[in-house]
């Protein structure tokens, strides 16, 4: 079982990005994967444009993997 985090912060865009991972490994040839994905704006106001919603796009994927053998 494992579990990690990365944050990226991008200062052209004024954006941060997360992104945790949970891996759940059964056997050998078997895995979980619960991926987390969140994108923040944090500079909002651009003037005249309209304004940016604080979330840039979120994601959550489950991956199921199994090894078939010959």
């Known amino acids: 079982m494992s579990l990690s985090t990365f944050a990226q912060y991008n200062n052209l865009d004024e954006r941060t990005s ?3 991972r949970f891996r759940y490994h059964f056997r ?3 895995d979980l994967w619960i991926v987390y994905n969140e994108g923040l704006n944090l500079e909002r106001d651009r ?3 309209p304004r940016l919603p604080r979330s840039a796009g979120r994601t959550l994927l ?3 993997s199994h ?3 010959w």
Request: glycine fraction near 14%.
């Open 18 to 20: 997360i992104n945790a």
């Open 62 to 64: 489950i991956k199921y």
């Open 28 to 30: 050998e040839g078997t």
């Open 47 to 49: 003037g005249f444009d």
């Open 67 to 69: 090894t078939f053998s």
